[in-house]
């Protein structure tokens, strides 16, 4: 996946709807888009739980609520099981904000080794 800045991509798409407009061409289906684009959600930042929950069971980046908040890894096992603090051992609710994990970085190969 390639991340873009999608208020760019947004801006891009509503200049040429404008010159396309200009010159009499449909723009309804680009206009359609650009309203979906502006309401999807944003990859990297942090999605509360109030929003949604991961689809899938994994490793992710979670944010706790206060008084004692922090940044940490959960698991996030089903809506049913809910969070588990990897770094504390315990099942949680409260988990206010969360996102997935960046991908690794790739590692670099010596010719040393």
Request: aromatic content about 10%; some cysteine; charged content about 20%.
């Amino acid at each position: 996946m390639r991340p873009i800045d999608g208020d760019a991509l947004v801006d891009a798409m509503t200049g040429a709807c404008n010159i396309f407009d200009a010159h009499g061409v449909d723009t309804t289906i680009a206009r359609t888009l650009i309203t979906v684009a502006t309401k999807a959600p944003t990859i990297g930042g942090w999605i509360s739980v109030k929003d949604r929950l991961p689809k899938k069971q994994g490793v992710y980046l979670v944010a706790f609520k206060p008084p004692l908040p922090k940044v940490t890894i959960a698991w996030w096992a089903t809506k049913e099981v809910g969070w588990y603090d990897l770094e504390y051992n315990f099942h949680t609710d409260s988990v206010s904000h969360w996102m997935p994990l960046p991908p690794m970085p790739e590692q670099e190969v010596s010719g040393d080794e």
